[in-house]
């Protein structure tokens, strides 16, 4: 019986969605293997999460607690994660896909000489270690991977399971940590654009995204106005972050984020094969381009032809009357 | 300053490919720079414009790679590293990385760059896994850099802001491609890459034994995403469409 961990990553105040898929994923092949299935969380206010992790399932939930993890910062994260690891002894060690998580896991798994595998969309169990799919060259290719050994670590696609409820009865086992200021040799002077009330497009059942043919400030009037209706989170091509008119955070694509939305209204954007990497996994695509012959129209499953200029002021007002 | 950057060489993900037997065929065989080190490349120049200093570029590869380190001294790079393979290995980012880090052990060096990510790969590790292995303070996914006396300024995309990170020389960065447009190497640059020193390293220089570099990770097959079928497409006027996709999308897909 091996130990199957999850990492649940904590920002804004919220638990990020992809840790719980998952922590679901991973309790239910502790169930199909006999492992056991445990949870670490690791922010400033771990104890607040204990409650909404538990419904998952995990025998055990490890916390790590100290203001230090109030921002990400690598240095103090790695350090938590490695006592974690001490502590757990985990077989396989999965993460949610986020930025935070892309940030360490190549240095933990140096740090532990451990198997890793990023990204990945699905992975099961093997009698060596995991085998798992990821979308390789622009999402255009799936691999197959096996990792091997006997510590893995693993991250997973946003959207990639669904969230499924377990037995709710864990033990809590506090970790104790400490973190020295002259171990953090790097300072976090400041961060830019962060508001807590932003839509996680990660997480969003609708997103709205906006390409160059929505650039000037009547077209972003209008991706704000259909965002707004349908209360989705925008994102946007790299045409429209590189040009500083959207923020960075909301470039969607291979560089960008990869989303899975219910809905995925693509105004004004080619679909190159980078940006398409991003938002493939969406469940209905509706594109809006004045170029019959435009890439994204290939995907989608709804393709309006026209000038989004004409065709957003009445598909808003069709969406107002429907939302009613 | 002294910046090392870590360039790949990669197929091109815009070539068309081909899977025979689970393996990739790319019919053109066109292998290009790693765009996001392309990116490490032009930022390294900029800094060192400014503040002077030496650009070296490291590469781990066979042979064929030698044209992307030959694109990386056009670009403006003074010199290279080519730590030669055989070209048939399936190393993972890990290898590289160790690779790598016995290299740089007996370095000096104010920065190492390297990409973000692997352009066909994107499997986004080796950065912060050398940074690891030389005990180095380090930033991914950095947007913008800056130099200051003894520190290097990181903007780091993180999941909801921009990070300002210093980072205290020698440091390590990963860099991505949202920093900045790489340089089109000039025709002068081209004649003068020529000319660059390029350093031909063997593993066996590095008292690297290949046996030692067994991947922890496979590729074992390759298979086509299951392709989205384009769906229906309509032209006509903007008034009428905007009415039946809204009602298709509420009626039809019940995602309104
Ligand atoms: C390594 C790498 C990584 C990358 N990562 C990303 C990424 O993460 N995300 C990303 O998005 N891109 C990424 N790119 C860039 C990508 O290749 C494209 O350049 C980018 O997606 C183009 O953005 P766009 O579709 O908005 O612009 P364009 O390609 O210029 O397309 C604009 C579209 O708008 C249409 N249009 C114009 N006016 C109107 C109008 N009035 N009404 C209706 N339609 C109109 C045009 O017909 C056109 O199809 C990456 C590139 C590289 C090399
Ligand atoms: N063979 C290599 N030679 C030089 N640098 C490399 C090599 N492999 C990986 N890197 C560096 O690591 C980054 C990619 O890491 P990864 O996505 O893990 O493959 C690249 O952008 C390079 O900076």
Known sequence: MSTLLTHIAISDGKIKRSSLEVLSHMRQLAEANRHTAEAVIIDAEASNYVDEVKKYGPSTIYTVEDPIFENHMNTPLLKALTKVMDEAEPYIFGFGSTESTKDILGALAANQDAAVLSDVSEFELTDEGIEAKRPVMAAKILSDNVAEGDRILVSVRSGSYDLDEGDADADVVDIDFSIDDSEIQATLREIIGASGDKIDLAEAETIVAAGRGAKDEEGQDLINELASVLNAGIGASRALTEAGIMDPSLQIGQTGKVVSPQLYIAVGISGAIQHVAGMTNSKVIVAINKDPDAPIFDIADYGIVGDLYKVLPPFIEELKKIKG | ?256
Do not use: W
């Not at chain 2, 392309?38 to 570029?57: I, R």
């Not at chain 2, 740089?104 to 986004?124: L, N, P, R």
């Not at chain 2, 990181?154 to 980072?167: N, W, Y």
């Open chain 2, 1 to 256: 300053m002294k910046f090392y950057v870590c360039i790949k060489q990669v197929p091109d993900v815009d070539a068309p490919i081909q899977i025979k037997d689970g393996k990739l065929i790319q019919d053109t065989d066109r292998m290009v720079l790693n765009a996001y080190d392309a990116s490490a490349v032009e930022e390294a120049l900029v800094l060192k414009e400014e503040h002077g200093g030496e650009v070296e570029v490291v590469l781990v590869g066979p042979d064929k790679a030698k044209e992307t380190i030959r694109k990386a001294l056009a670009m403006g790079a003074d010199k290279a590293t080519h730590i030669a393979t055989s070209g048939d290995e399936d190393y993972d980012s890990a290898t590289y990385a160790n690779i790598l880090a016995t290299f740089f052990s007996d370095k000096e060096y104010d920065v190492i760059s390297c990409g973000k990510q692997s352009q066909d790969t994107d499997a986004g590790l080796a950065g912060s896994m050398l940074g690891e292995h030389l005990d180095l303070p380090y930033a991914t996914n950095a947007v913008g850099l800056e130099a200051e006396e003894g520190t290097l300024v990181v903007k780091r995309q993180g999941d909801a802001g921009q990070e300002i990170i210093g980072l205290p020389t020698p440091c390590l960065v990963t860099c991505s491609n949202d920093m900045n447009e790489p340089r089109i190497p000039s025709l002068k640059g081209i004649m003068q890459s020529k000319r660059k020193p390029v350093e031909d390293v063997a593993l066996s220089d590095l008292d690297i034994d290949e046996s030692s570099l067994q991947p922890k990770t496979k590729v074992t097959g390759h298979m086509e995403k299951p392709e989205r079928e384009p769906g229906q497409k309509f032209e006509g006027e903007p008034e009428e469409l905007a009415q039946k996709v809204a009602t298709l999308l509420d009626e039809e897909e019940n995602v309104i």
